[in-house]
């Protein structure tokens, strides 16, 4: 079992920069792959970022390429999404999910077995 908890939205004008945390309960994190999912009003939930167990290996989608990293620590149980030049469209609740199976960077969120309560970021033009 994994619990996950994420923390560090909120309000930031475009151009603006935040950094998401998720902190994990149990003692499987380090062995799971995690992403981060987002949510807007209306919209599926769609894939933001992945990384593997180990760190080594990530993904993004296109449309946060370059300006969004993911990256993790897992003395810490925790993995972040910085995220930059925000943009109005980033607006959404961004939930993060853990794969039990920890070398996969799997972009569909039905392939994750734990996942947050998710956090709010908004970002005005």
């Known amino acids: 079992q994994v619990q996950l908890v994420e923390s560090g939205g909120g309000l930031v004008q475009a151009g603006g920069s935040l950094r998401l945390s998720c902190a994990a309960s149990?003692?499987?994190?380090?062995?799971?792959?995690m992403g981060w999912f987002r949510q807007a009003p209306g919209k599926e939930r769609e894939f933001v970022a992945a990384i593997i167990w180990s760190g080594v290996n990530t993904s993004y989608a296109d449309s946060v390429k370059g300006r969004f990293t993911i990256s993790r620590d897992n003395a810490k149980n925790t993995v972040y999404l910085q995220m930059n030049s925000l943009k109005p469209e980033d607006t959404a609740v961004y939930y993060c999910a853990a794969d039990s199976q920890g070398w996969n960077l799997y972009r569909i969120y039905e392939y994750y077995d734990y996942w947050g309560q998710g956090t709010q970021v908004t970002v005005s033009s």
């Open positions: 149990g003692r499987t994190f380090s062995r799971c792959a």
